[in-house]
């Protein structure tokens, strides 16, 4: 009997498909080199944990984690309306904003279609694109960012989405509100804009723009965001998309019933008016950020300018540092498989584990810089 090969009973764009990484989970270091002590500035998560009023409504949860969640997300759906001046209907709620990326894949692209997304863009883009076999369209990226105007040369007749990432992940880089809202007038109403915005709520002041005011003028615009990144929620899994009515119906229709949680429905609920915690989580990440700048300043190393709460900084031979910091309990994110294996992506933390990545760094680099040298 021929043994079964099950790569042969899948599509060709599925057996070359390769798979997401995550960031190295905590508990894996530490099976693997037995470490106690260990940072992870790994996955963008935020340093200062939930919002206690998320924490509130969790411990409140009793006889409901018996019960299925409302697969309509009501309670949610209200506050996100209340919060953003928008129907009910313009919203959709997923398992984490990936899962919003996913279900614009699912409904919008197949073989014979096209999406189109910027070198150094989340890896999702290219994932999902191939994973519904249709063509990715990567374009490349302008000082490591989204170069909008050839993003929108390169659309193609076949191309059904295009995937913008603002601030981008993992370099850290940011389109102007002005310069996005010009780049929307050319895009065909027929071509679905994914406005990828999961570091938003870390953009100062005076950088904000108000993209939910112009689904009105873009019908083919979707927002999408998040509750894992400055709102803490990363465990929970609580994404949404804003965007005309009936783009969102279509995607509701693709949508797995219960794709959100009981506990993270309560907790982003919660969380979303928790002013004082996110002006805290902002106030954290500026000091880390202007903390690494100065680091890595004085370290000799070049970083990209940063909107999000991460900073992308090239070290020579990426992966080496990486495994250099690994022993030494620190866990970053290396950039090989984005196609920049000199650089390498950490987290903002709290400034002791700020502090801690930078002396583990110099150690790694065999720098003899003093740390306060390098400390602000």
């Not at 984490?96 to 189109?116: E, K, M, Q, W, Y």
Request: hydrophobic share 45%; aromatic share 8%; glycine share 8%.
């Amino acid at each position: 009997m021929k043994e079964l090969s099950y790569c042969d009973l899948v599509a060709d764009h599925v057996r070359h498909l390769a798979p997401y990484q995550p960031g190295k989970p905590m508990a894996e270091l530490e099976r693997e080199l037995g470490l106690t002590s260990i940072i992870k500035l790994a996955s963008n998560e935020n340093p200062l944990g939930p919002s206690p009023h998320a924490l509130e409504a969790i411990a409140a949860l009793k006889g409901e984690l018996a019960l299925y969640p409302d697969g309509n997300g009501f309670e949610l759906k209200n506050a996100l309306s209340a919060h953003y001046a928008l129907d009910l209907d313009h919203f959709v709620l997923g398992n984490g904003s990936n899962d919003i990326l996913d279900l614009v894949a699912r409904t919008f692209l197949g073989p014979g279609t096209s999406a189109v997304y910027a070198q150094y863009g989340f890896a999702v883009y290219p994932i999902a694109t191939q994973t519904m076999g249709a063509r990715g369209i990567e374009v490349p990226a302008l000082q490591f960012g989204h170069d909008l105007p050839a993003m929108i040369r390169a659309i193609a007749p076949d191309t059904r989405v295009l995937f913008i990432a603002n601030p981008n992940n993992p370099t850290g880089t940011f389109l102007p509100g002005d310069d996005l809202r010009a780049g929307l007038r050319q895009i065909p109403s027929e071509v679905v804009v994914v406005l990828d915005e999961a570091y938003t709520e870390y953009l100062s002041e005076d950088q904000c723009y108000d993209p939910v005011a112009w689904l009105d003028e873009f019908p083919n615009l979707l927002i999408c965001r998040t509750f894992s990144k400055a709102y803490g929620l990363a465990g929970l899994r609580v994404g949404f998309g804003m965007g005309h009515p009936q783009l969102i119906a279509l995607l509701n229709r693709i949508r797995q019933p219960f794709n959100v949680s009981v506990p993270g429905l309560r907790a982003a609920s919660a969380a979303l008016g928790d002013r004082e915690f996110l002006e805290r989580t902002r106030a954290l990440n500026a000091q880390g950020r202007r903390f690494l700048e100065t680091a890595f300043d004085s370290l000799g190393l070049s970083c990209l300018p940063s909107f999000g709460n991460f900073m992308t900084v090239a070290v020579g031979q990426g992966r080496k540092i990486y495994d250099q910091l690994l022993r030494q309990g620190v866990i970053v994110r290396p950039l090989d498989a984005y196609g920049l294996p000199h650089h390498l992506r950490v987290s903002i933390g709290t400034q002791s584990e700020n502090r801690r990545f930078v002396e583990a760094l110099a150690q790694s680099l065999a720098v003899r810089t003093p740390v306060s040298a390098v400390v602000v």
